[in-house]
């Protein structure tokens, strides 16, 4: 099978930003810095975005670039004869699949809000009501299945008319789209009368706010924000040519990622001072809070629709970006064409994310940790704090050891072709800090975690002393 290759170095950068860019950004990091006291919240993030998440990312674009296959074949065409690591590239495959088993059900809420906001009908009601409208659409199957199979439908749609012409054009429209709607949003936001209090509680650092728990909570961010571990980067490394040394392609995709979170704060937080809405009101941040927002703003329903349009563009890019990855790893497993790949793909993620999308009403009984845990949590929990950071230490431990691809191997990939270089200083760091800073990722993320009410870990083993 003839490997399809990308039409333009842009194409490449907007296309690993889009999958960079979702959810994460726009949801989550917003919350986690109102949660977390805000600009001590953001600085030590950025500071992890550069120490961590780039150089993982450095890492997946060569093997993807070196191996020009699928997350699920690049080991087997790197290591040595005997060796395991091939094992990996499956894990990695199963881990695409359950992220998209519960990213489609989030990203049909979003396109749900989208086109309510668009029809009117989240604006002219009381906060109350408001406030009832994300518990109403959870609790319908209709709904929830519903906007969950078009986003499928969608997705693999695009992917059919192929990496260039589907995959690759739509991204491009999409990231242009989402980029210029994030800067007039965060316009209008600069003009409410809580513009100042809200960005100074965003931008400037307290560090009487600083602890451990922000510390940790921007190390998780800065990691999970891009979605290493899984090949979501290498697949795309293997879609280039060597033309681009991949140390300054990466500093463009971490660039294009943190404006795009950053600026989800600058337009969330003005509208919270300005309307009264707690800054650190956690997960609900986005669909509840910020729908009394735009309930209670002059022309909130057209602000509200923008809002959400560059919501669904967010997710959507990473959408397309992850089912490619799955697409690419069963065709090189199976030998299909694109087509056919698409409509069995297509079928298998619509029927593995019902558990998601059945988890808040028909479905809702089932309660995998503390109160409230749903089918959601039990997914994220298994992608987000286990797939991801060991999964990067795998690709960490593989590109630094003589026992995987080895440095040298590492470093002659990631620096062939123009731009910036990795220097030979570095394989200290990469070969023992930054796996030392994965394993604490993960412990910290598995000792912390709500497995029951009032049972984490950590707890349980301060207890013992």
């Known amino acids: 099978m003839q490997r399809e290759k990308l039409g333009s170095r842009l194409g490449f950068i907007l296309l690993s930003a889009g999958c960079a860019i979702g959810v994460g950004n726009v949801w989550k990091f917003p919350w986690m810095a109102g949660s977390n006291g805000g600009g001590a919240f953001v600085l030590i993030y950025l500071l992890f975005l550069v120490i961590l998440g780039l150089p993982v990312m450095v890492m997946e674009f060569s093997l993807g670039r070196a191996s020009q296959a699928s997350p699920v074949k690049l ?20 881990a695409n699949f359950l992220l998209m088993m519960f990213y489609t059900s989030v990203t049909g809420w ?11 009908k989240m604006t002219g009601i009381t906060n109350e009501a408001s406030a009832e409208l994300f518990g109403s659409m959870l609790s319908n199957p209709a709904i929830t299945v519903g906007f969950m199979a078009l986003v499928v439908v969608m997705g693999f749609l695009v992917l059919s008319f192929g990496l260039q012409k589907g995959v690759e054009r739509v991204t491009k429209y999409m990231m242009v789209a989402l980029l210029a709607l994030m800067v007039v949003l965060a316009i209008h936001s600069f003009t409410l009368e809580g513009a100042k209090e809200g960005l100074t509680f965003y931008l400037k650092p307290d ?20 979605s290493l571990g899984i090949g979501s980067m290498a697949i ?28 989800a704060g600058l337009i969330i937080f003005p509208a919270c001072f300005t309307f009264d809405v707690e800054p650190g009101a956690g997960p609900s941040l986005l669909f509840v809070a910020m729908a009394k927002v735009f309930n209670n703003m002059a022309g909130g329903r057209w602000w509200g629709t923008l809002f959400f349009l560059f919501m669904v563009f967010a997710a959507f890019s990473t959408i397309i970006a992850v089912f490619e990855n799955i697409l690419a ?5 199976t030998g299909w064409g694109r087509a056919k790949a698409c409509v069995i793909c297509g079928i298998a993620v619509l029927i593995l994310s019902l558990p998601c999308a059945l988890g808040f009403n028909l479905w809702s009984g089932f309660v995998p940790f503390a109160s409230g845990s749903s089918v959601l949590d039990l997914e994220d929990f298994i992608v987000s704090n286990c797939c991801l950071p060991l999964g990067a230490l795998c690709y960490v431990l593989f590109c ?30 990469m070969t023992y800090v930054l796996p030392a800073i994965i394993l604490v990722v993960f ?9 029951a009410d009032n049972f984490t870990i950590w707890g349980w083993l301060k207890s013992l002393f």
């Open 329 to 333: 790893c069963v065709r090189e497993l």
């Open 400 to 429: 630094v050891t003589k026992k995987g691809w080895g440095f040298d191997n590492f470093l002659a990939e990631a620096n062939a072709g123009k731009g910036l270089k990795l220097k030979k200083w570095m394989r200290p760091y």
């Open 110 to 120: 979003i396109f749900h809000y989208f086109i309510s906001f668009a029809r009117g």
């Open 443 to 451: 412990a910290v993320g598995i000792l912390n975690f709500a497995f």
């Open 236 to 263: 795309f490394g293997s879609y280039i040519g060597k033309e681009r040394s991949l140390m300054g392609e990466s500093i463009n995709i971490l660039v294009l990622d943190t404006f795009v979170a950053v600026t």
């Open 75 to 94: 080991y087997q065409k790197l290591e040595a004869k005997g060796q395991k690591w091939h094992y990996h590239g499956f894990v990695a495959l199963v």
């Open 207 to 226: 560090f009487t706010k600083l602890d451990g728990n922000v510390v940790v909570g921007a190390m998780n961010q800065a990691f999970f924000t891009l």
